[in-house]
């Protein structure tokens, strides 16, 4: 499966973006979805991630309450919507897929075995 990110950008301090995640390939409905993001000079952290099965969705403490993420599974599309952005925020955001029907706690790297490219998102102060 191939991932394509995109909706970054440059925005101000409270603003909002949504980022989206196109996926090709067969079986979209039968991944769990993540978004990951990578600050300059730190690791790349845990955002937020849908289940395939249950449609449950988790987040890191940083976004809770602020960045939700959704699936459409007719598109093969997963979004992340992300409000009340702060310059902590800055990052490249990347998108990532399980190997079908996995489950697991979908918080970590390794349960993800499709990566997208990354798009960068910028919040000015």
């Known amino acids: 499966v191939q991932l394509q990110a995109s909706g970054g950008g440059l925005v101000q301090t409270g603003g909002s973006l949504r980022l989206s995640c196109a996926a090709s390939g067969p079986t979209f409905s039968r991944r769990s979805m993540a978004w990951f993001r990578q600050a300059p000079g730190k690791d790349r952290g845990f955002v937020a991630s849908?289940?395939?099965?249950?449609?449950?969705?988790y987040y890191g403490d940083p976004v809770k309450g602020r960045f939700t993420i959704t699936r459409d599974n007719v598109k093969n599309t997963v979004y992340l919507q992300m409000f009340s952005l702060k310059p902590e925020d800055t990052a490249v955001y990347y998108c990532?897929?399980?190997?079908?029907?996995?489950?697991?706690?979908?918080?970590?790297?390794?349960?993800?075995?499709?990566w997208g490219r990354g798009t960068l998102v910028t919040v000015s102060s």
């Open positions: 990532a897929a399980t190997s079908p029907s996995r489950v697991g706690a979908l918080n970590r790297e390794y349960e993800y075995a499709y």
């Open positions: 849908i289940s395939w099965s249950s449609g449950n969705t």
